[in-house]
């Protein structure tokens, strides 16, 4: 077995393994909504506050991991630490604390990651992937079962509600501010220059916006994994003209998310817009996964795709 911690900006996150016939399957997955990203100060420092989050957090995953058969134990950080001053600090207090060598992954990688881990879900020919995080989104484009482009832009669902946002739900003029936002990043990306219809969404966001679509059981004609972009709009909408309906409805689905919910799926509605897709398709895999296969593969202890 191996175990996966994945140290994002909104959560933390240990998955368990096992390997069989060359395929993952999770045996444990465990999450904290630990939120790094609201502990950043002006000096784009992770205060004290925030370390002791952390290492909080990873020591109860250390416990967990104690207790258990690991061969191995793969750490890995995202915009968590990528976009902090003070990164080594940080590794250090988890090493001294935990034990643990934290990887940070640069956004490119993350992206790559992404359409690693996607790929062992699902067939991945031409088309678009995107991944939503709390601190940053990756896009990926392919074509040919091969990468063109991997991106990083530095907007999230967690960093967009803190920006953004002074109560829980956003209001009218905020989702606007979002959206222009976003929309001026998207704008300064390299045109895909090949017909995209579908876009593989992964990630927390991705899954979030899954389980309300299915709360409103519309579907019926389509895979149980897949939606029109409209959902999110529909969304946007009840969310603006219905607030305490629409917050009662997200946290009977997703409460955990109440608060950056609206951000994120802001962000994928706005990709879709942006390139004219026509169906999301929620993967189940993602970074994790492809983290996992990349160092296995390299190893010759698995075979990928």
Request: glycine fraction near 8%; charge should be neutral; hydrophobic fraction near 40%.
């Amino acid at each position: 077995m191996y175990a996966v911690i994945d140290i994002g900006s909104n959560t933390i996150r240990l998955v368990i393994y096992k390997i069989e016939n060359h395929q993952i399957r999770a045996l444990l997955n465990k999450k904290s909504p630990a939120g790094l990203a609201g502990y950043i100060n002006k000096n784009r420092c992770l205060k004290k506050s925030g370390i002791r989050k952390a290492v909080g957090v990873l020591r109860e995953f250390r416990e967990i991991l104690d207790h258990m058969t690991i061969r191995e134990v793969f750490p890995f950080a995202t915009a968590s630490l990528r976009n902090i001053s003070n990164a080594p600090e940080v590794l250090d207090a988890i090493k001294k604390e935990c034990g643990f060598d934290v990887r940070i992954l640069s956004g490119e990688e993350e992206a790559v990651f992404d359409y690693y881990g996607a790929l062992q879900a699902m067939e991945m020919d031409n088309g678009l992937l995107c991944d939503i995080g709390g601190g940053s989104t990756e896009i990926v484009s392919y074509r040919d079962h091969a990468i063109h482009t991997a991106v990083s832009l530095p907007i999230g669902s967690l960093n967009l509600y803190q920006s953004h946002v002074k109560g829980i739900l956003p209001r009218r003029k905020e989702l606007e501010t979002i959206r222009r936002h976003i929309m001026e990043e998207l704008e300064q990306l390299p045109s895909i220059k090949y017909p995209v219809t579908d876009l593989c969404a992964v990630g927390g966001s991705a899954r979030a916006a899954l389980q309300m679509v299915r709360s409103l059981g519309k579907e019926e004609d389509t895979p149980s994994f897949a939606y029109p972009p409209q959902r999110l709009e529909d969304f946007l909408t009840e969310a603006l003209e219905e607030p305490e309906e629409f917050a009662r409805r997200l946290l009977k689905t997703a409460p955990e998310r109440i608060h950056t919910f609206l951000p994120g799926i802001t962000v994928l509605s706005a990709i879709a817009k942006h390139y004219q897709i026509k169906r999301i398709l929620t993967v189940p895999y993602g970074v994790r996964e492809g983290y996992l296969y990349y160092l296995l593969e390299q190893r010759g202890e698995i075979h990928g795709k």
